[in-house]
């Protein structure tokens, strides 16, 4: 299994990006999948969660700005941000599960990792 973030970037505050994950050898729709993120200094954090039905999970901080999604036929999730604050900053990484549901999963819950993409938002 591999997974390929790509779209990270360096944007002003109230910008936005859009984060790509890129599967191989693991299918997108079958399975729960998320984003990650972490600060220098801190904890990797969930951002948003997104299952096999497409029913979407996200963290207090990024709802209403952030949206998961996920293109079956191309075999990748997103991460559509917009109005991007400084506190976004962080190297973003994609995660999958081997189950189709989420269910509130903590980092540990998931098995494979992407590489991470840095976003930096500056005010």
């Known amino acids: 299994v591999q997974l390929v973030e790509s779209g990270g970037g360096s944007v002003q505050a109230g910008g936005s990006l859009r984060l790509s994950c890129a599967a191989s050898?693991?299918?997108?729709?079958?399975?729960?999948m998320g984003w990650f993120r972490q600060a220098p200094g801190k904890e990797r954090e969930g951002v948003a969660t997104i299952d096999s039905g497409s029913r979407t999970s996200y963290a207090d901080s990024v709802k209403g700005r952030f949206t998961i999604s996920k293109d079956n036929a191309e075999n990748t999730l997103y991460l559509q941000m917009n109005s991007l604050k400084p506190d976004d900053t962080g190297m973003y990484y994609c995660?999958?599960?081997?189950?189709?549901?989420?269910?509130?999963?903590?980092?540990?819950?998931?098995?494979?990792w992407g590489q991470g993409t840095q976003v930096t938002v500056s005010s």
């Open positions: 050898g693991y299918t997108v729709s079958r399975y729960c």
């Open positions: 995660a999958a599960r081997v189950v189709p549901f989420c269910r509130s999963p903590r980092s540990a819950d998931f098995s494979y």
